[in-house]
């Protein structure tokens, strides 16, 4: 089946700028997640939806970052006045939020250049 | 806050050897531990998990875990030059928390 498809693969925009990247899980995923990867760095967690909710929004790094996910699938993340150090690459994931062997499956990601 | 290490590498191997990687934790409550791949320019792809002690194997992967030590490792054999990439270590439930990853290279 469809794996987690994201859009735009690449984004480039000026610095001050609003962006959003969206995120369409995996059909039947009730767990979404975002990550950002900068250059050379780890996987840095952003925010988790459960369904609809957000109990987790704690890796937002301020709050010009936000995110929402309607109907259950798909989600979008907003960066408003967007900043050089916003420049990563934006990954989604999403699983069935199985007890301890939950396997979250990613998406290709969105490479965001800010200028 | 949990902390997840890992040499960044590059750890070296030749075709045909075994690879081991390995990871530390801070957080003793973790009970769930991933290995993910991802090749330069890819998003990362699940190996392995693993949340009880002791070896899981699947194929040429063996992911070893030591709740008592704090460590995870993930031992490839028979190394391959399509194994080179870099290795992720990640625990926790739902929301993960990852290392900064290994970098493995395999030479012919």
């Known amino acids: 089946g469809a794996g987690v498809s994201q859009s735009p693969s690449n984004k480039v925009t000026e610095k001050g700028k609003d962006v959003e990247l969206r995120c369409d899980p995996i059909s039947g995923h009730t767990a979404l997640y975002w990550y950002r990867q900068s250059l050379g760095q780890g996987l840095e967690f952003l925010i988790y939806f459960q369904g609809n909710s957000a109990p987790d929004k704690s890796g937002l790094p301020s709050d010009r970052f936000s995110a929402e996910r309607t109907g259950g699938s798909v989600s979008t993340l907003t960066i408003q006045r967007t900043q050089q150090e916003d420049s990563a690459v934006y990954l989604c994931?999403?699983?069935?939020?199985?007890?301890?062997?939950?396997?979250?499956?990613f998406g290709p990601g969105t490479r965001l250049t800010v200028l | 806050q949990k902390e997840v290490e890992q040499n960044s590498g590059p750890l070296s191997v030749p075709e045909g050897a075994i690879a081991s990687l390995n990871c530390t934790y801070s957080?003793?409550?973790?009970?769930?531990f991933f290995w993910y791949r991802q090749y330069s320019g890819k998003s990362p792809e699940l190996i392995m998990f693993i949340y009880s002690n002791g070896d899981k194997e699947d194929g040429r992967f063996t992911a070893q875990l030591n709740k008592a030590s704090q460590y995870v490792s993930l031992l490839i054999r028979d190394s391959q030059p399509s194994d080179s990439a870099t290795y992720l270590c990640?625990?926790?439930?739902?929301?993960?928390?990852f290392g900064k990853g290994t970098m493995l290279l395999v030479s012919p």
């Open positions: 990640a625990l926790g439930y739902s929301t993960l928390t």
């Open positions: 994931a999403s699983s069935l939020a199985l007890p301890r062997t939950d396997t979250q499956y």
């Open positions: 957080d003793r409550g973790s009970q769930s």
